[in-house]
């Protein structure tokens, strides 16, 4: 990635940023209210009662860049999906790979 692409900003700066976001109202929310808030949330009940405590922090692998031909109609498929095209390839092969080490181990 070009490093004039990359971008950071501190949480005071986004606060001071063209922001149409209302800060006093996120800064009054409690905990209390934030919490009911998650327990009502229908898309967050599968995640309700994870043991975060257990989480381990993954750092990937640094990526290698190669040059490699596929057939177009691939390609395209992958591309037509959007952003992160090249990311979800890798996905597919790494799911490959798992596959064929566990059967042969």
Do not use: H
């Not at 209390?32 to 949330?41: F, G, K, L, T, V």
């Amino acid at each position: 990635m070009s490093e004039k692409r990359i971008k950071s900003s501190s949480a005071k700066g986004m606060r001071e940023s063209d922001s149409r976001t209302d800060w006093s109202r996120v800064d009054a929310q409690t905990d209390r209210a934030i919490d009911e808030r998650i327990e009502s949330d229908e898309d967050w009940a599968e995640f309700g009662n994870v043991d975060w405590s257990q989480a381990v922090i993954v750092v990937p692998n640094r990526k290698q860049a190669i040059s490699i031909r596929l057939d177009p109609d691939v390609l395209e498929y992958f591309r037509a999906q959007g952003p992160g095209y090249q990311s979800r390839i890798n996905a597919v092969l790494r799911a490959f790979v798992r596959d064929r080490l566990r059967k042969a181990g």
